[in-house]
């Protein structure tokens, strides 16, 4: 089964999802706003990427020495700069990761007040309508998911992005030629990467809809249980339950099924680039076009760059998961009030109304019939 197949009846109950351009517009908005502690954060992932680019030029440098058998007095000195790259590299990526705790906590508690305040508007009807499911699925699994994305995806996808980009370029200054290697990560895992997104939205949005209605069915369940044992509807009621955990099975199943074809070839793309590298780097030195230092050097960011890409790889499941929990998030303020103010101010303290029916769905009256008066409590003292 589809994803929109699977989800197309709960669809037609629950509240509404945020387009995609109404998403990315609202994170362009919140960078905005947090610019400043968006440019600290880049730049001092920045300041400890440069630093622990460092540690393979001076492995590089060593080997040439070694290799050359020079004098050792330089190999002291790269040993020396060495260990200072690294403590270096220790300390600024303390100061990182700090701003990068604030930055994500500054975003999270902006979302979360704009979606308590979007909650508290919502119409009675209209969440009568959707279900109570719907409503506590977007409270719980989806902050949930995205406050674990917001506070520790984002600063690793900043780290992993910026050590990546200043790892190309590093390889790049210090040995073009070998350097050609770092571009088989990307040969090997662009196509699978962009299979992979094209199907995963989708899957994940019919699975968050699973979600809500097995909430809704549960708290249903549990806040009428008296009704149900009073009605003898136990049977219908497991019924609907089973129905529910089985349309969250076909979900999950769909969307690991994805991640099962998608990783094999991730694995790849992390396996075959250091070998290529190695047997390209060392081509180009047995051939004289390079150094055996250069060649090991680029090796070195190869592998220093595997790790943060690796890291963002690791992320971006669960970012596609978090992107349709913000897109249901953000949904809820786009739901219409249900009345609107007519100016008229009343005639006196009575309330009568003939004739009143409601429904929850169109042309199904649960209420039909109704005729009512209210009266002041005083003035039914007086009579």
């Known amino acids: 089964m589809t994803p929109a197949a699977g989800s197309t009846d709960h669809a037609r109950r629950s509240l509404p999802i945020a387009a995609r351009a109404t998403v990315l517009a609202h994170v362009r908005v919140l960078f905005r706003e947090h ?34 058998d020079r004098s050792t007095a330089r190999v002291d000195v790269l040993l020396a700069v060495l260990a200072a790259a690294v403590a270096g590299q220790g300390v600024l990526t303390w100061f990182a990761r700090r701003s990068a705790f604030v930055f994500a906590e500054g975003i999270f508690a902006r979302l979360r007040e704009d979606f308590i305040a979007d909650a508290v508007r919502l119409p009675l009807s209209t969440v009568e309508r959707a279900g109570t499911g719907d409503l506590v699925a977007r409270t719980t699994n989806d902050v949930e998911a995205l406050a674990r994305v917001i506070r520790f995806g984002v600063p690793a996808i900043v780290v992993s992005v910026t050590t990546v980009l200043a790892t190309v370029v590093a390889a790049a200054v210090t040995a073009p030629l070998p350097a050609l290697a770092l571009v088989l990560p990307a040969v090997l895992h662009l196509p699978a990467t962009w299979w992979y997104l094209r199907r995963a939205g989708n899957g994940y949005l019919w699975e968050h809809a ?126 219409p009030p249900d009345r609107a103010a007519s100016g008229e101010l009343p005639r006196g303290d009575d309330i009568s109304v003939r004739g009143v029916r409601y429904a929850y769905r169109a042309g199904r009256d649960v209420l039909h019939g109704v005729d009512l008066d209210l009266r002041p409590r005083e003035r039914l003292a007086v009579v």
Do not use: K
Not at 36 to 62: F, T
Not at 217 to 236: C, I, P, Y
Not at 308 to 328: K, Y
């Open 35 to 68: 610019r400043r502690a968006l440019a600290l954060l880049v730049g001092w992932h920045g300041l400890a990427a440069l630093v622990g680019l460092v540690a393979p030029w001076v492995v590089g440098q060593v080997v040439d020495e070694v290799a050359g």
């Open 210 to 335: 699973t979600y809500a209605r097995l909430n809704g069915v549960a708290s249903e369940t549990v806040e009428g249980a008296r009704t149900v044992e009073a009605l003898s509807l136990q049977d219908a009621r497991r019924e609907r339950f089973e129905e529910a955990v089985e349309e969250c099975y076909r979900a999950e199943r769909y969307t690991l099924g994805l991640r099962m074809r998608w990783y094999p070839c991730l694995d790849l793309g992390f396996i075959a680039p250091v070998a290529g590298a190695i047997l390209w780097g060392g081509w180009l030195a047995w051939n004289g076009h390079t150094t055996i230092g250069a060649a090991t050097a680029v090796v070195l960011y190869l592998q220093l760059m595997l790790d943060p890409l690796g890291e963002v790889v690791d992320w971006l499941d669960e970012i596609q998961f978090a992107g349709t929990s913000l897109a249901r998030i953000l949904g809820v303020a786009e739901v």
